[in-house]
Nanobody, 124 residues
Framework: QVQLVESGGGSVQAGGSLRLSCAASAYTYSRHCMGWFRQTPGKEREGVVT????????SYADSVKGRFTISQDNAKNTLYLQMNSLKPEDTAMYYC?????????????????WGQGTQVTVSS
């Protein structure tokens, strides 16, 4: 069973930074495409950035380019999302997702497994 555990969310002021973590099993981490998505109430889940099982990242969502960075710690089987220069519009529930199929998209429907989410709130 694929389990994804996010952490690192919180409340920050605009311009601040947060780093999200997504811990997975060694099997999931090495054999699945993984990525970060976010969702606000009443809106569809939005892809932020993903990485396939070969370590290749997709393009970042235009709204986060230059501010967010995805990274991996292979020794810890953990995916990170470093978020800098946060804006109030970045406020959302952030989810880690994984899929065993080869993926190069930011489409939420393409990912089968999801974590429970971690809330990020950015105040102005």
């Amino acid at each position: 069973q694929v389990q994804l555990v996010e952490s690192g969310g919180g409340s920050v002021q605009a311009g601040g930074s947060l780093r999200l973590s997504c811990a997975a099993s060694a099997y999931t981490y090495s054999r699945h495409c993984m990525g970060w998505f976010r969702q606000t109430p009443g809106k569809e889940r939005e892809g932020v950035v993903t990485v396939n099982m070969f370590g290749e990242t997709t393009s970042y969502a235009d709204s986060v380019k230059g501010r967010f960075t995805i990274s991996q710690d292979n020794a810890k089987n953990t995916l990170y999302l470093q978020m800098n220069s946060l804006k109030p519009e970045d406020t959302a529930m952030y989810y880690c997702a994984a899929d065993w199929r080869f993926r190069r998209t930011l489409k939420a429907d393409d990912y089968l497994y999801w974590g429970q989410g971690t809330q990020v709130t950015v105040s102005s």
